[in-house]
């Protein structure tokens, strides 16, 4: 079965305390992602990372406090997260070659991953019959992208010990609601392996 992990918005300014819009116990993920990463460099396993992309004056700063604006530190990934051979897909129409890529850094400006009008031109192209997904945040921007990817169709898998929420409440009602479509709960040791 062929899988594509999807990793979202694991960038510096969610991630770290010191991060703009800093998700309360974000860092513990680290590990986590640095397996999922690794395990997927070495498995052939292709990364989609969504990846805030802000303008100075961004639209979404009115509801949001200013946060990964393009060319800062807090809209980087942690070097843990990062793959060799990664392309950057910004938002605005172009022809995306895949070939021999590893890692998709898949820009955004709103909340919902699929307002990149690359993105399902690019998921055709990965022709995956598996999605794992995890980041940051559960109730937000995780659920965009888990909603849009099981409309796909195909597997949607969120590993939960890879994410972190705002909302517990919201959190546990957008997993609910997961769940309720199809969506199947894992986890990193499920997914990779037990670390040995």
Request: proline share 5%; net charge negative; with cysteine.
């Amino acid at each position: 079965m062929k899988t594509v992990f999807f990793d979202v918005d694991t960038q510096i300014d969610f991630l770290y305390p010191a991060g703009a819009l800093y998700v309360p116990g974000a860092e513990k993920l680290l590990p986590a992602l640095a397996r999922l990463s690794c395990y997927a460099a070495d498995h052939g396993v292709v990364v989609l990372s969504t990846m805030d992309a802000h303008a100075e004056d961004d639209p979404e700063f009115r509801h949001w406090p200013p946060h990964c604006v393009v060319g800062t530190t807090g809209q980087q990934k942690p070097a843990a997260t990062l793959l060799e051979k990664r392309i950057i897909i910004s938002n605005a129409p172009s022809e995306v070659d895949l070939a021999g890529i590893q890692q998709i850094l898949l820009e955004k400006q709103a909340l919902d991953c699929f307002t990149n009008v690359n993105l399902t031109q690019t998921l055709v192209g990965l022709a995956a019959e598996r999605y794992v997904v995890y980041g940051v945040v559960t109730e937000i921007c995780v659920q965009f992208a888990t909603s849009g990817l099981l409309k796909t169709g195909k597997r949607v898998e969120l590993v939960t010990d890879a994410a972190r929420s705002l909302d517990d409440a919201k959190a546990a009602a957008m997993i609910r609601e997961f769940t309720a479509q199809g969506g199947i709960l894992t986890s990193v040791d499920a997914v990779i392996g037990p670390v040995t």
